[in-house]
């Protein structure tokens, strides 16, 4: 297998530029190409030996303008009984990270410098670390995440033409914080299926069938999550990131998340947030994106 974008992997960081482009009708595989050098440009300051970290992944368009032969359609908005989400599907998805702003923020620039000539900024959110990596429900996000080699077999395409690269899905969530913290933290441990200090799974008999963790803990449906919390203090909530080996496992726990699936069961998650983005993507391995 060809090596993935090892910001992928990256663990620990505490600082995220999130970019997505709408490329410009038009546009061709040569000036993406060449907008996307700022990956490698010097910049201003003296940076981290090991970082900044980038991921760069494109929609079906981004794929189709670099001639990229990766079978990936864009991302259907899905309606549920009790909760939908919507497809603002677009074309680049740059994802910068690292242990300080200033490097990150001077990466983004850089990538923006270029993709900015021939492409819309559509959505641009910095993230951060949230206390021991908590969402803003105060509740710790990536505990059940698969590690080592789980992570990469269920991040990476094991075989074939594009082995090494990876599918995203990225949606955009808005919480509604007072509605949450009004319930009481008991149920919020049951609406999420773990407990709050200290993020202990329920056990069989005492996970709810409508709890987060029941709806997407799911043996055959692995995926590697990355989300992070975003926001100020008027509007704030996560950006939800995953990397799977294929999109098919995205599809499945959206839609048991939604109450989609055969048991009719809509995730609690619902009640205090919602997806307003959507998103596919595919993180090409590192040496055909370099
Ligand atoms: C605002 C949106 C979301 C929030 C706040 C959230 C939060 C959480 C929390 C607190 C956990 C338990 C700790 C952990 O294992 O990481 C969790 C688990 C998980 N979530 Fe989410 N999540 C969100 C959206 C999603 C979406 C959209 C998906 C699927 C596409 C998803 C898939 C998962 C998976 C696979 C697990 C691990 C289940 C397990 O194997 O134990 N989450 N999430």
Same mark, same amino acid.
Not at 189 to 210: C, L, N, Q, Y
């Given at each position: 297998? #060809? ?7 990256? =663990? ?7 970019? @997505?482009?709408? %490329? ?27 970082? $900044? ?5 494109f929609?079906?368009?981004g794929l189709r303008?670099?001639?990229l032969?990766v079978?990936?359609? $864009? ?6 009984? +009790?909760?939908?989400? =919507? ?21 983004? +620039?850089?990538?923006?410098?270029? %993709? ?6 559509? &959505? ?38 594009? *082995? ?7 949606? +955009?969530?808005?919480?509604? %914080? *007072? *509605? ?34 029941? #709806?997407?803990?799911?043996?055959? *449906? ?30 499945? &726990? ?7 699936? @055969? ?28």
């Open positions: 297998m #060809r090596d993935p974008q090892a910001g992928i992997f990256q =663990p620990d960081t505490t600082h995220h530029h999130l970019l @997505e482009y709408r %490329l410009t009708r038009g546009t061709t595989g040569d000036a993406l190409r060449e907008a996307l050098r700022g990956l490698h440009a010097p910049l201003p300051f003296q940076a981290p030996e090991d970082g $900044p970290w980038c991921v760069i992944a929609g079906p368009e303008t670099l001639g032969k079978p990936l359609s $864009p991302f259907a908005a899905l309606d549920g009984p +009790r909760a939908a989400m =919507p497809s603002t599907q677009r074309d680049v998805f740059v994802w910068v990270h690292g242990g300080s702003a200033g490097p990150v923020h001077d990466r983004a +620039r850089s990538l923006h410098a270029g %993709l900015g000539g021939i492409a819309t900024l559509e &959505l641009e959110e910095r993230g951060f670390v949230y206390h021991d990596s908590r969402d803003l429900s105060g509740f710790v996000d990536g505990s059940g995440n698969p590690k080592g080699d789980e992570a990469r077999a269920a991040a990476l395409v094991a075989d074939g033409p594009q *082995a090494g690269g990876a599918y995203v899905l990225s949606q +955009r969530w808005v919480h509604d %914080l *007072a *509605a949450f913290e009004a319930v009481p933290v008991d149920e919020q441990e049951r609406m999420i299926g773990r407990t709050k200090p200290d993020s202990v799974e329920f056990d069989g008999d005492r996970m709810p069938a409508d709890a987060h963790v029941a #709806r997407t803990d799911v043996s055959e *449906a692995k995926i590697f999550r990355r989300s992070m919390p975003i926001g100020g203090v008027a509007e704030h909530g996560l950006y939800f990131l995953a990397f799977g080996c294929d999109t098919e496992r995205f599809d499945l &726990l959206l839609r048991r998340m939604l109450g989609l699936s @055969e048991d009719g069961i809509t995730d609690r998650l619902f009640e205090f947030t919602q997806p307003r983005t959507g998103s596919l993507w595919f993180a090409p391995p590192a040496e055909e994106l370099a």
